[in-house]
């Protein structure tokens, strides 16, 4: 990959992450305030879009693990006993695709809880609890510019 195409795959990547960040938190804001109200088309709109953008920035996210400098590549040119030792190269090869993978995963489950058979309340508080879970992994395993691994890494 060259480096323009993963420059833009960079900030896509970074630009949505902001998004997904946005619509978890109004997506547990929602149903955290919901209370005993119904299930409204708002709520299920809301995991929708985030389903999609968090699945998205997956792909994204993916092609730039496969491709680009920090992900497969490190793994393939140093060996995994070398990745595994250092903590930048197993933050970018490993944690953060894991991590990222378990929090989408979580997405999808507290989406599915919505469309289960089950009273408003029940859904609320389940969704809650899987974004809410998500959103505290996503938080932990991105590279902020104030962490040791995001050191060069910007904002936006």
């Known amino acids: 990959m060259n480096a323009d195409m993963y420059n833009f795959l960079m900030h896509l990547h970074s630009i949505g992450r902001w998004i997904v960040l946005l619509l978890l ?7 955290g ?6 299930w409204i088309r708002t709520d299920a709109r809301t995991g929708t879009f985030l389903m999609i953008f968090a699945d998205l920035m997956l792909l994204v996210g993916l092609v730039q693990w496969y491709f680009g400098p920090k992900g497969y590549k490190l793994i393939e040119e140093n ?8 903590s930048y190269f197993r933050f970018f090869a490993i944690e953060h695709i894991t991590g ?6 979580l997405i999808h489950i507290g989406k599915a809880q919505a469309k289960r058979q089950i009273g408003d309340k029940a859904k609320h508080r389940n969704t809650v609890i899987f974004y809410l879970i998500a959103l505290i992994i996503i938080l932990a395993m991105i590279p902020w510019p104030f962490r040791a691994v995001g050191g060069n890494s910007h904002w936006f």
């Open 79 to 86: 060996g995994m006993s070398t990745v595994m030792k250092d």
């Open 100 to 105: 990222m993978l378990i929090a989408i995963i």
């Open 25 to 31: 938190i109004i997506a547990i804001f929602n149903s």
């Open 33 to 38: 305030v919901a209370g005993k109200r119904p």
